[in-house]
């Protein structure tokens, strides 16, 4: 028996808060717990682990983590393998991203075009995508390693020492195995963006006298603009945060760590040498790196 | 196995090789790694799919020389100082077991620790593998196995003189260090190989000292 009586809150007032369809908020739940569970609080919690000195024990085992400031920070900046790592970002960047853009692009105008066997090419750039990254890698490690085939072709030409173990050849061959990964990927959405692309405009192109290439440029490359935007960002962001290559490819970031990637440090000094707080503020200078370029990406390619 | 070496190349014989570190080591070096002998018999098997061209072997085959072509046999592990071989030590690479406190079965498992590690466990062991047992006077235990493979005597002898890679806190962040100052020296020839390893030195007691 209750006595008091119920606070009880109006209709209208339930209906300002949560909506016309509560229910929606059911439907999206399952979502927001797993954005919350899986990114949101590592997210947060990484921050938090990046002012400490940092490290994992045994759950319920009370330790002492000193506060240590922005030290992880100042650290990561002055260490010279960081700074690799940075560089190898860029290098990386600079090879694949342009190389991603050119390439999906002009093999998907050939694959909207009409060729012979185009579904088995379609199906044939889409392989690697899907193909597990160990399995490809293995592949490449037998191509390119010093009695591979690629040294076979060419010869006395090969550089030496072979490709992986090369200082200077390491980062460009990781580079390209990634475009060549990725590319079936970025190959689709560009097909699906040529389909945007009205008929009439290169119907009017080729009244106008323009021929296969001048359509390509004039029409076709701004017509696909909004999709190069989503390759370009969606390459960056999934290209600085490259670590199967260095870890597999290179054999752990050789040769002499000249191909360690700020993710690849992460896990070195994170997980294989329990120093969590060091690795969350190199984790995190990385991500305010790839927003400054996104946001540069956006600025540059979002006109109109 | 060995197929002919083309280029004139400096010629290295990789001892204790293992899968073949040291021997890609040698290759990155400019070296040919003509002959390569190892004690297992499946990381010979992994040295011989690694290295095609370079004629490996394992314990058989370095009793009766690299495929009859080399003349070989086992010592201990030379030091700086020529010491006397009897006091030589080397690194077990021990394999041990161990049986958790919260295991359910503790008497069973303790039961069975005790056969599988029992002196007559540890002589199927030699028999079948020819790996040397944990147990200390291996040549005394197991004489009978030792007069019918004579080869190897030396190991069971040097298996009473072991020591174990140290444990200590952050070691992996030591081994990391002397790796990476021995692919920077030995193997990319990047810097003098004494600076590097003083780095290396100076850095490792500064993670000791923490």
């Given at each position: 028996?209750?006595?008091?009586?119920?606070?009880?809150?109006?209709?209208?007032?339930?209906?300002?808060?949560?909506?016309?369809?509560?229910?929606?908020?059911?439907?999206?739940?399952?979502?927001?717990?797993?954005?919350?569970?899986?990114?949101?609080y590592?997210?947060?919690?990484?921050?938090y682990?990046?002012?400490?000195?940092?490290?994992?024990?045994?759950?319920?085992?009370?330790?002492?983590?000193?506060f240590?400031?922005?030290?992880?920070?100042?650290?990561?900046?002055?260490?010279?393998l960081?700074?690799?790592?940075?560089?190898?970002?860029?290098?990386?960047?600079?090879?694949n991203?342009?190389?991603?853009?050119?390439?999906?692009?002009?093999l998907?105008?050939?694959?909207?075009?009409?060729?012979?066997?185009?579904?088995?090419?379609?199906?044939?750039?889409?392989?690697?995508?899907?193909?597990?990254?160990?399995?490809?890698?293995?592949?490449?490690?037998?191509?390119?390693?010093?009695?591979?085939?690629?040294?076979?072709i060419?010869?006395?030409?090969?550089?030496h020492?072979?490709?992986?173990?090369?200082?200077?050849?390491?980062?460009?061959?990781?580079?390209?195995?990634?475009?060549?990964?990725?590319?079936?990927?970025?190959i689709?959405?560009?097909?699906?963006?040529?389909?945007?692309?009205?008929?009439?405009?290169?119907?009017?192109?080729?009244?106008?006298?323009?021929?296969?290439?001048?359509?390509?440029?004039?029409?076709?490359?701004?017509?696909?603009?909004?999709?190069?935007?989503?390759?370009?960002?969606?390459?960056?962001?999934?290209?600085?945060?490259?670590?199967?290559?260095?870890?597999?490819?290179t054999?752990?970031?050789?040769?002499?760590?000249?191909?360690?990637?700020?993710?690849?440090?992460?896990?070195?000094?994170?997980?294989?040498?329990?120093?969590?707080?060091?690795?969350?503020?190199?984790?995190?200078?990385?991500?305010?790196?790839?927003?400054?370029?996104?946001?540069?990406?956006?600025?540059?390619?979002?006109?109109? | 196995?060995g197929?002919?070496?083309?280029?004139?190349?400096?010629?290295?014989?990789?001892?204790?090789?293992?899968?073949?570190?040291?021997?890609?080591?040698?290759?990155?070096?400019?070296?040919?790694?003509?002959?390569?002998?190892?004690?297992?018999?499946?990381?010979?098997?992994?040295?011989?799919?690694?290295?095609?061209?370079?004629?490996?072997?394992?314990?058989a085959?370095?009793?009766?020389?690299?495929?009859?072509?080399?003349?070989?046999?086992?010592?201990?592990?030379?030091?700086?100082?020529?010491?006397?071989?009897?006091?030589?030590?080397?690194?077990?690479?021990?394999?041990?077991?161990?049986?958790?406190?919260?295991?359910?079965?503790?008497?069973?498992?303790?039961?069975?620790?005790?056969?599988?590690?029992?002196?007559?466990?540890?002589?199927?062991?030699?028999?079948?593998?020819?790996?040397?047992?944990?147990?200390?006077?291996?040549?005394?235990?197991?004489?009978?196995?030792?007069?019918?493979?004579?080869?190897?005597?030396?190991?069971?002898?040097?298996?009473?003189?072991?020591?174990?890679?140290?444990?200590?806190?952050n070691?992996?962040?030591?081994?990391?260090?002397?790796?990476?100052?021995?692919?920077?020296?030995?193997?990319?020839?990047?810097?003098?190989?004494?600076?590097?390893?003083?780095?290396?030195?100076?850095?490792?007691?500064?993670?000791?000292?923490?």
């Open positions: 028996m209750a006595a008091a009586t119920p606070a009880r809150i109006s209709r209208t007032t339930l209906r300002t808060w949560l909506g016309d369809q509560p229910i929606g908020y059911l439907f999206v739940a399952p979502f927001v717990v797993y954005l919350v569970g899986i990114y949101a590592p997210f947060f919690y990484s921050i682990m990046s002012f400490f000195d940092y490290f994992f024990a045994a759950p319920g085992a009370v330790v002492d983590r000193p240590v400031g922005l030290a992880n920070y100042a650290k990561a900046l002055q260490d010279p960081f700074r690799i790592g940075i560089r190898n970002v860029f290098i990386f960047l600079v090879i991203v342009p190389l991603t853009v050119a390439v999906s692009m002009v998907a105008t050939a694959l909207n075009a009409a060729i012979p066997f185009r579904a088995f090419f379609r199906a044939a750039y889409y392989v690697p995508y899907i193909t597990a990254s160990v399995a490809a890698v293995g592949i490449w490690l037998w191509l390119f390693s010093g009695f591979g085939l690629v040294n076979k060419f010869g006395p030409l090969a550089p020492p072979s490709w992986l173990i090369n200082a200077f050849w390491a980062m460009p061959i990781i580079a390209v195995y990634v475009t060549w990964k990725g590319l079936g990927f970025y689709l959405l560009y097909l699906a963006a040529l389909q945007t692309i009205p008929k009439e405009l290169y119907e009017a192109a080729s009244v106008d006298g323009a021929g296969r290439l001048t359509s390509f440029f004039t029409v076709t490359v701004p017509g696909l603009r909004p999709a190069t935007l989503l390759v370009v960002i969606t390459s960056v962001i999934t290209g600085a945060n490259f670590f199967t290559e260095p870890y597999l490819l054999g752990g970031g050789g040769p002499d760590n000249q191909s360690v990637s700020p993710v690849f440090l992460i896990y070195r000094f994170g997980i294989e040498q329990n120093h969590p707080g060091y690795a969350a503020a190199i984790g995190l200078l990385l991500a305010c790196g790839v927003l400054i370029i996104s946001a540069v990406n956006r600025f540059v390619l979002e006109r109109d | 196995m197929t002919t070496i083309r280029k004139r190349r400096l010629i290295g014989v990789d001892l204790f090789a293992g899968a073949g570190g040291m021997s890609l080591g040698f290759e990155h070096a400019g070296f040919d790694v003509a002959a390569a002998i190892g004690y297992d018999p499946i990381h010979c098997a992994t040295h011989e799919f690694n290295f095609p061209v370079c004629a490996s072997t394992g314990r085959g370095a009793e009766r020389g690299v495929g009859g072509r080399v003349n070989c046999g086992v010592v201990p592990v030379p030091t700086q100082d020529g010491m006397d071989l009897g006091s030589i030590a080397t690194f077990s690479d021990e394999k041990s077991s161990a049986m958790y406190s919260s295991c359910k079965n503790r008497g069973t498992a303790w039961d069975f620790l005790k056969f599988s590690t029992s002196k007559e466990s540890d002589s199927k062991l030699l028999d079948l593998t020819g790996q040397m047992p944990m147990r200390a006077d291996l040549p005394g235990n197991y004489a009978s196995y030792f007069s019918a493979h004579p080869d190897y005597k030396l190991f069971a002898d040097q298996a009473g003189r072991t020591v174990e890679v140290p444990n200590v806190p070691s992996v962040e030591m081994w990391q260090d002397f790796r990476a100052a021995y692919s920077k020296s030995v193997i990319f020839g990047n810097q003098s190989v004494d600076a590097a390893f003083k780095a290396a030195a100076d850095q490792i007691k500064t993670v000791v000292s923490q």
